[in-house]
């Protein structure tokens, strides 16, 4: 929704009213703190709302044809783009439990040769270790979708 001091009515009549419509409804954006696509919703229950005033874009990742109001630069869709972000910080978290994993099995293996090794610290490292591989291995079988 559109919250700010703007009617629709205001923003169906500064749309049509435009010569740019491309650049008005960033502009309308802007003017209510909203996005791009909120306005596009706003005009499309308008029904003043006619896709060929957008420039369409290829997706570079996914092929899908997307809008953009940004008129160079643009070359992945918003889904792909989130779907990136996610998998960047998926990736790090992976990185972060392999280390983990690494250390608790390093340090089970020098609990093992010591002495009088402590079997119930052992067994509590080595459960967490399956819960760490076991996420590693959801968030892998994500990424690949
Ligand atoms: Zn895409």
């Keep these: 929704m559109v919250r700010s001091w703007m009617s629709t009515h205001d923003i169906v009549v500064s749309y049509k009213q435009s010569a740019n419509k491309q650049e008005q409804i960033e502009i309308l954006a802007d003017l209510t703190a909203s996005d791009a696509e909120t306005i596009i919703e706003v005009l ?28 160079s630069g643009v070359v992945v869709c918003e889904t792909c783009k989130r779907k990136k972000a996610r998998k960047k910080m ?44 076991y996420a590693i291995s959801l968030m892998e079988q994500e990424g690949m979708r």
């Design 90 to 133: 998926q990736d790090k978290t992976i990185k972060r439990l392999k280390k983990q994993i690494e250390r608790y099995e390093a340090e089970n293996e020098k609990g093992m040769k010591s002495l009088v090794p402590s079997w119930f610290v052992i067994e509590h490292r080595r459960g967490e270790i399956e819960g760490m591989k």
């Design 44 to 71: 499309k229950d308008a029904g003043v709302f006619n896709p060929n005033d957008l420039s369409f874009r290829t997706c570079k990742r996914c092929g899908e044809k997307f809008f953009t109001t940004q008129a």
